[in-house]
């Protein structure tokens, strides 16, 4: 471990209340208090390998096998075993995702998810989390991604699905893994996953300590660099024998070197090495999160439970990026010259979240009902504050300037916007009979907003005032019947629907490179779907396979209004086909297996801008995503894995002149050795043929893939 990583641990937990009260409780319980310990509620099923059998969310009552949705699971021995250092890296191993670039008014994580941006459709144990920082997986159990439009689960939004974070919580029995790992690109990086069980107020229990340091730059590129911290304590008692009380916090810090990439030229990346960085040396992304949360779980008895939540989330942000831009696409390489659009911002997102879910089961005569009711209200408040760079000296594009930042950024927008929302759900699955099964859910969701903004002038004189509302209340839907032939499959069909609010994204700024507000007085984008899938568990139900047929479409996409140049109109039409195969889990004891395959056929099938090709594709959407991993566990203690990743062609955008990518195969590969019981070393090679691939895509800049990196790591579990 690096003197750096230690210090910031150490002084973390040194200045935090929370650090101290768990270093006090750890040393108790170490003192032989655990003779004590009584037994532990554990509401649901614990996790295994690759395979995760159980979602985590309350509102599903049925195993992964026989929820009737294409859902891709990532288990933290997969996300271990793949060496995932942050939520990107996660992602880019589930076909159908691909990646987005930060955007000016906001940064962080922005996939897209069968065919459609799912920036605002990230969740945190079922619970939105909303904020602009780049997430990272070292306090997390699994990673829940769930295809399809989802609105009468999660609410607004999930036009392409919905990606859920699963935290770790308490464990009943001791756990010691202390993980440190140091690679190419100047990777330093240490997790602790710490959890002990305890007496506390006479009655059993258990505390959990998760704690990140990591650095480094980014694979064959100069310039960009990240740095991340973090704690995540969270303590678990049962007030009662039926029930139990879990209370967590997520605090993660990142400083950030941000990566804006290259500049497109005549409508491909510019033909410049990989390492080439257009941005100043001291650019920067600052985040702060906080993510408090409180759950209490209580079984009434075998046919009644109860689920609340209630979460407060902080997340502050600062930044000052810089896109490159050609400013004469028509010269030579060799006398190009490239302009860094400037971009400041600074914001503070707050949310306060509630929810409460009853689950009843009961029988109406020979049909039997799993029974979900539930309420969520929370206030959401935005507040950001944006501003363009003055006086910015321009660059080469061969040779690149090695500089600081020397002008200005004075403030030329500033707004909040308060959101409150409140919905009401039910999700029933009647059990016909020992085959068949009919899912019905209908939610109700009213989503009230009030943004403000004052614009400013060059000199930072107050300009413009305006005010906009909006109530959207919509109804979302679905139904799903299934079939089971057998114990070990079922087939399904579904249908959904999905809503996209103007102010989805608690602002009502459209572009964040001319901060417009185009969406003025608009009703919600609608979404309807449509899937037929299978689910099969094999290898004597240690596998799973799932394959579905789907269709998306959304019905009213908002587009430019021709008759009022700046604004939009709901007068699009796009649409997604696919199929989707994936397989989870182990064949044998020694053999396991992850991956898939997604294709997409999407299509702006009606827009009213001239400069749309009729059926253009989507942009950002590879008709061909393939994702693969395989793992051998030998006779000799030694484990191997390799995996390979295909992401086809994409469009960053859709008008032309049109900028696009090519397609690209990336190969990974694994080996861990067993030293003893407790020790073992791990090295992990990601993109071995040093493949040099655009990995995220903007219609501005194209920022490339991670180029060929080695990590090596020591794993201490106990």
Do not use: C
Not at 213 to 231: C, K, L, N, V
Request: hydrophobic fraction near 35%; avoid cysteine; glycine fraction near 8%.
């Amino acid at each position: 471990m690096s003197k750096y990583l230690r210090v910031k641990i150490k002084r973390l937990l040194q200045h935090s209340w929370i650090g101290a009260g768990l270093h006090t409780l750890l040393n108790t319980a170490a003192l032989g208090q655990t003779d004590q310990i009584e037994e532990v509620l554990v509401l649901g099923e614990s996790q295994s390998d690759y395979r995760v059998n159980e979602l985590s969310q309350s509102k599903f009552t049925e195993s992964l096998k026989k929820t009737p949705q294409s859902i891709s699971t990532l288990s933290r021995e997969l996300l271990e075993d793949r060496a995932a250092m942050s939520l990107n890296d996660a992602l880019r191993n589930v076909p159908g995702i691909t990646l987005g670039a930060g955007e000016f008014s906001w940064q962080g994580n922005n996939p897209s998810l069968r065919g459609f941006s799912s920036r605002n459709d990230m969740f945190m144990d079922g619970m939105r989390d909303f904020g602009s920082y780049y997430r990272d997986p070292f306090n997390l159990e699994s990673i829940e991604v769930l295809q399809g439009p989802s609105s009468v689960i999660f609410g607004r939004g999930s036009t392409g699905g919905v990606i859920n974070q699963v935290s770790k919580t308490p464990a009943p029995d001791p756990l010691r893994r202390l993980h440190i790992n140091a690679g190419n690109a100047d990777t330093q990086r240490v997790t602790a996953d710490l959890s002990q069980p305890v007496s506390l107020l006479n009655r059993s229990g258990a505390i959990r300590l998760n704690l990140l340091g990591h650095r480094g730059d980014f694979p064959g590129r100069d310039g960009a660099y990240t740095e991340r911290y973090g704690i995540a304590p969270s303590i678990r008692f049962s007030p009662s024998e039926r029930s139990e009380l879990i209370l967590s916090h997520l605090h993660q810090h990142g400083d950030s070197i941000p990566d804006y990439g290259l500049p497109w030229i005549e409508g491909r990346p510019a033909n410049v090495p990989r390492e080439s960085y257009y941005g100043f040396i001291d650019d920067f992304v600052d985040t702060e999160t906080d993510v408090t949360t409180i759950t209490f779980n209580h079984q009434s008895n075998e046919a009644l439970r109860f689920n609340a939540m209630v979460r407060h989330a902080n997340y502050m942000r600062s930044t000052r990026i810089s896109e490159p831009q050609l400013v004469d696409p028509t010269l030579g390489d060799s006398t190009a010259t490239v302009r860094r659009f400037v971009f400041r911002g600074e914001s503070v997102e707050r949310m306060l979240q509630g929810q409460l879910n009853v689950i009843s089961q009961f029988q109406t005569g020979s049909i039997g009902h799993t029974f979900v009711a539930g309420i969520e209200s929370g206030n959401e408040f935005s507040s950001p504050e944006f501003g363009f760079g003055t006086g910015v000296p321009n660059t080469t594009l061969l040779n690149p300037a090695v500089e600081k930042f020397s002008g200005s950024t004075p403030v030329h927008l500033a707004s909040d916007t308060d959101a409150r929302s409140a919905a009401v759900y039910f999700l029933d699955t009647l059990q016909l009979n020992d085959q068949w099964q009919l899912m019905a859910g209908l939610r109700r969701d009213r989503f009230f907003t009030d943004y403000r903004e004052n614009r400013f002038q060059a000199e930072g004189t107050a300009s413009t005032q305006s005010q906009v509302q909006s109530k959207d209340i919509e109804t979302s839907y679905r139904l799903a019947l299934i079939f089971s032939p057998q114990e070990s499959g079922s087939l399904y069909l579904s249908i959904g629907n999905s809503f996209n609010p103007s102010t989805e994204g608690l602002s009502q700024i459209s572009s964040g490179r001319n901060l417009t507000i185009s969406n003025l007085n608009l009703q919600p984008e609608e979404n309807r779907s449509a899937e037929l899938g299978t689910k099969w568990e094999l290898a004597d139900g240690q596998l799973l396979l799932d394959a579905a047929l789907f269709q998306i479409e959304k019905t009213n996409a908002r587009v430019p209004d021709p008759a009022n140049p700046g604004f939009n109109i709901l007068a699009g039409k796009q649409e997604v086909e696919g199929f989707s195969i994936n397989l989870n889990g182990r064949l044998n004891n020694r053999l396991q297996l992850a991956g898939g395959y997604t294709y997409l056929n999407s299509s702006q099938a009606v827009s009213s801008q001239v400069n749309v090709p009729a059926d253009s594709p989507l942009q950002n959407v590879a008709e061909n995503n393939f994702s693969f991993w395989i793992y051998y566990d030998t006779p000799l203690g030694l484990q191997v894995g390799a995996g390979a990743r295909f992401v086809d062609d994409r469009l960053a955008t859709i008008t032309l002149p049109s900028n696009s990518v090519s397609d690209y195969w990336s190969f990974d590969a694994m080996a861990k050795y067993q030293w003893s019981k407790n020790l073992s070393f791990k090295i992990n090679l990601t993109n071995l043929a040093d493949e040099y691939y655009f990995d995220q895509l903007h219609p501005w800049h194209v920022v490339p893939g991670p180029g060929f990196a080695s990590v090596f790591a020591i794993n201490l579990d106990y």
